[in-house]
């Protein structure tokens, strides 16, 4: 009976959010790390190359605005008419 109970808590833990040390996971939501777009509920993973990270976004424009971060505007990028972020929200991607 024991090894039962024990293997149904090892089995119940499998889907949890974060790990001890490591931080929370990522969920796919707008501005999260992303490393491809099946990362992303958008299904848009863009790097910014020259800021040094992949973020989930999704399209802007002068009509349609981006989506605070937390709190803080996020910019549309005039180049690639998508929102903008200074940073991507602090969390990892699982593999």
Not at 19 to 41: F, I, P, Q, R, W
Request: with cysteine.
């Amino acid at each position: 009976m024991r090894i039962l109970l024990a293997v149904v808590l090892v089995v119940g833990c499998a889907g949890d959010e974060t790990d001890v040390g490591k931080g929370a996971v990522c969920t796919g939501v707008l501005y999260d790390n992303c490393a491809s777009e099946h990362d992303c509920m958008s299904n848009d993973c863009h790097t910014f190359a020259v800021e040094g990270f992949n973020v989930c976004t999704q399209p802007c424009s002068a009509t349609i605005p981006c989506p605070d971060l937390d709190g803080a505007a996020v910019a549309c990028d005039s180049v690639t008419g998508v929102c903008k972020p200074t940073a991507s929200r602090v969390c990892r991607v699982l593999p």
